[in-house]
């Protein structure tokens, strides 16, 4: 079972260079496999906000790629609860800054981990750094490699 972070569901819905490997991956997965947090909600809406202040995306399209976001939502991801004990161990994680983690990313690892979770991402770095913190990762990117 995966938890997805943002990397990937931006991909998916957005016109990206992994987004053909991720949706094929993402079709391919169990119905109930699939993972996220309410905290990726929210780096969702701060990506597709990024995306219209540079001119990737138009109003009309963000708003159209939140609907699909809410939709697959509600369809096919089980949404995991945050609690404080999450942001507790994002905490450790972030106070080993050797490994630079940004706070976010390691609120992803924590939540995936104490669930069993691998975290799914394309974000190489942090599909790095799991293992280190005894959290099991996909770089994603790999998946997109193997199509080509």
Known sequence: MFYLDTSVLIAALTPEPASEAVLDWLAAQEAGSLSISG???????????????????????????????????????????????????????????????????????????????TLATLDRRLADVGPKLGAATLFMETVHEQRQ
């Open 39 to 117: 905290w990726v909600s929210t780096e969702v809406s701060s990506a597709l906000a990024m995306k219209v202040r540079t001119k990737a995306l138009t109003l009309a399209k963000r708003a159209q790629v939140l609907t699909a976001y809410h939709r697959l939502v509600e369809e096919s991801l089980t949404v995991e609860p945050v609690s404080v004990r999450h942001f507790e161990t994002a905490a450790r994680f972030v106070d080993q800054h050797d490994l630079g983690m940004r706070a976010g990313d390691a609120l992803h690892l924590a939540i995936a981990s104490e669930r069993g979770l």
